[in-house]
């Protein structure tokens, strides 16, 4: 099982003293990467101007893969698309048990079976995802969905101050 309470101390410990967004958003991948069992990818898409440490604006309609560790991934993901883009539109978090039932799911690694995306919100606006995935289909539940958001609501303080 997942401590999220350590994992969460520690990801605070990583984005204290302001530091850059960029290198939270890369701290947290590979401390989520390293720590969460049965995980295939984690890492983050960044929305527009959220690469410049400012809120997202009105215009931008995509994602952009931003730091994560794991295989190469797709760059570009529109709002509305796959799993990331939806989770992006609807500024909810989605779990998806079996990648194969998500109706226009991206595959950017075959051997992907489930897969839990948190979106990142700052000023009202959807400034990225953090997207985890899993060879094992149903590997997210309840638990990775609170100790996930957790981490994102602290993640999303950090890089709007910094
Ligand atoms: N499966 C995602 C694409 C990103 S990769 O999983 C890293 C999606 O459907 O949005």
């Not at 796959?82 to 048990?97: D, I, L, P, Q």
């Not at 226009?104 to 985890?132: F, K, W, Y």
Request: aromatic letters at 8%.
């Amino acid at each position: 099982m997942t401590d999220y309470k350590e994992l969460f101390e520690q990801a605070k410990a990583l984005c204290e003293g302001g530091v850059w967004s960029i290198s939270a958003y890369a701290n947290v991948s590979s401390l989520l990467f390293g720590n969460m069992e049965r995980v295939s990818w984690a890492g983050f898409y960044l929305a527009g101007s959220a690469v410049d440490k400012a809120p997202a604006q009105p215009e931008n309609d995509r994602l952009l893969l931003g730091p994560f560790c794991g295989k190469p991934a797709c760059i570009v993901i529109p709002f509305g698309k796959g799993v990331c883009g939806t989770a992006a539109a609807k500024k909810e978090t989605v779990v998806v048990e079996d990648v194969e039932c998500f109706p226009g799911h991206i595959a950017c690694d075959p051997d992907s079976r489930s897969e839990i995306v948190v979106p990142l919100i700052a000023g009202g606006r959807c400034i990225g995802v953090l997207d985890i995935d899993s060879n094992e289909k149903g590997r997210f539940g309840e638990a990775d969905r609170e100790g996930l958001e957790a981490i994102c609501r602290m993640l999303e303080k950090t890089v709007s101050e910094s």
